[in-house]
């Protein structure tokens, strides 16, 4: 591997590692290319004064019925803004840090990389699906006051041997002295199935009309302040339903809408992290759901939604982080977020066509290309406290005492 040029394989767990410490906040306003094949945006670039790191993501979305083969893009005219008067940067957008995605060039000014289908086949959309790349923003500890520097992404999306459609947009990075909680959200599109076990399960193949996948999304805190908790909403798509869901959360009637509080599920800011302590800055929950035998497949289910939000009783942070219960004359309130734009993100449902005879289903033959990472999740009340130096995995406990949305 030379200085010039280099190259990392997509793995998940790296992906989920992002998380930890790093923030996620977006307000994305969707850059469509002229032909109406594919968007991409990128998340919250807002920064809360005192956060040194954060993960925003890049996201691609095909909306064409057929399998894209390559992603391309370039980030780069950095201003003059961005310099300090003696020297040194005020701040770096770059590729991530800890294991990005496709094959990388360049330096802070000026980088781009090349993803395709053969190499990292799991980063590129399947008809009307998402996936997001992740880019790392680095803030210099020599920033005293609020900033702001406009940079320009070019991207780039290819199917088959046809001609790149192309297309480029400017985002602002802003630094604000807003010193509290910054959630975000990332839920990766459902294109593998599960197994219907307790436990930690792996993905078994593609996920197939009468099997049962799972949503999986990760929570991060990127902010200055903890909160004490969080309530979670889910939306699915129109033809699935939850499944063995957990005390709780509340499903509607019709199975598509699940609101979960999670009263003592406390995230503290990443320089607060110890997962000795049971302090943990971000979070990977999931929930099972099911596809009827009887949908037509291949197809992509459009819609899904999950939306974030922090809870707090007001206390200090660290108080607030340790607690096990809220008091039973005290009610957890929305907490304040640096950026609330980027506590929702949307999701799609994947499902391959059946495999044909002959055709064991384990490599998505037969249907549309499976996108997303294959990473091992938890059933039902499942959840993976990420902490900086690697994965630990918990089951939740059903507790009664929490509230019902």
Known sequence: MTSGRRRWLSKTAATLLLLTGMTIPASPASAVDPDGKFTFDLTSTTVSLGTLKKTVYLRFTNLTDEASSQIRFHVGSFGPEWDFPDGGFKATVEWADRGGVGECDGDWASWGCDINSVDDPHHIPAPGGTVEIPITITVSPRMQEPFEGKFRVSASMSWGEGKPVESSKWFTLNVVDYPEADLSVVAPDVTRSVPINPGRIEPAGPLTPGKAGAVYYMVANHGRKAVSGIKVTLRLPEGVAFIQPEEACEIDSGGRTAICTYDTLA??????????????????????????????????????????????????????????????????VPAADVDASDNQDGFAVVIAALPSDGDDGGGGGGGLPVTGPPAGLITGAGLAMLAGGGIMLFLARRRNRLPHA
């Open 267 to 332: 995230l503290v800011p990443a320089d607060e992290e110890n997962h000795n302590e049971d302090l943990y800055s971000a979070v990977q929950l999931s929930s099972l759901i099911k596809v009827p035998a009887d949908t037509r497949a291949p197809v992509t289910l459009k819609g899904g939604v999950v939306q974030v939000e922090g809870l707090t009783e007001r206390a200090e942070p660290r108080s607030a982080a340790k607690r096990t219960r809220l008091p039973a004359n005290a009610v957890a």
